[in-house]
């Protein structure tokens, strides 16, 4: 894949399409210094699309951002933009958008490893409709994981414990290190 060096290059190359919105598309891959320099290209790009008199941008998704280096320019240019909303999660970075661009953080945004992907959309969601004066029904969502959920257990499908233990094993690894630590000090 190509290390793109202008917005050009970028929003006409195959990996990026602009109008799949909600479309996750793999840009590229390499070392995080590549990366980052990739981010801080497209970052540019997303300023520029939010300063545009027609940008339909009215909120943002932060996802564990890197506020102070990398996610600046478009952070720069919502906080221009009167009382747009930020959602997301990753504590730190949340905290230093709120303290270094002045954007407002809404719904239940922050950092909360007890939360699944689901519930943190449903509380961003939330607080965005709230944000909006817009009413929201969680009830409908909610019914078609819960179909989903009862379609499962009727065909037998239960969690395997392959996925518990991979979702487990980075807490527990801590743990064991955490006690491992602390027996070699104390003895």
């Not at 939010?50 to 478009?74: G, R, V």
Request: hydrophobic share 35%; charged share 20%; glycine share 6%.
């Amino acid at each position: 894949m190509n290390q793109f060096t202008t917005s050009d290059d970028i929003t006409s190359n195959k990996y990026v399409s602009m109008s799949n919105q909600f479309k996750v598309t793999l840009v590229d891959t390499g070392q995080l210094v590549k990366i980052n320099r990739l981010a801080i290209k497209l970052d540019l790009i997303l300023a520029e699309t939010i300063k545009t008199e027609d940008c339909t941008i009215k909120a943002m998704i932060s996802l564990s951002s890197e506020p102070t280096k990398i996610h600046t320019a478009s952070l720069k240019a919502c906080s221009r933009i009167n009382n747009f909303p930020i959602v997301g999660s990753g504590g730190t970075s949340l905290s230093q958008i709120a303290s270094l661009y002045d954007l407002r953080i809404v719904g239940n945004s922050g950092g909360s490893v007890a939360s699944t992907t689901l519930t943190k959309a449903l509380g961003w969601a939330r607080g965005l409709s709230e944000e909006w004066n817009m009413t929201y029904h969680e009830r409908d969502i909610l019914e078609t994981n819960e179909q989903k959920n009862e379609d499962k257990q009727k065909t037998g499908q239960a969690p395997t414990l392959k996925s518990i233990l991979e979702s487990a094993l980075p807490c527990f690894l801590f743990v064991c290190i955490s006690l491992h630590l602390i027996n070699a000090l104390g003895k």
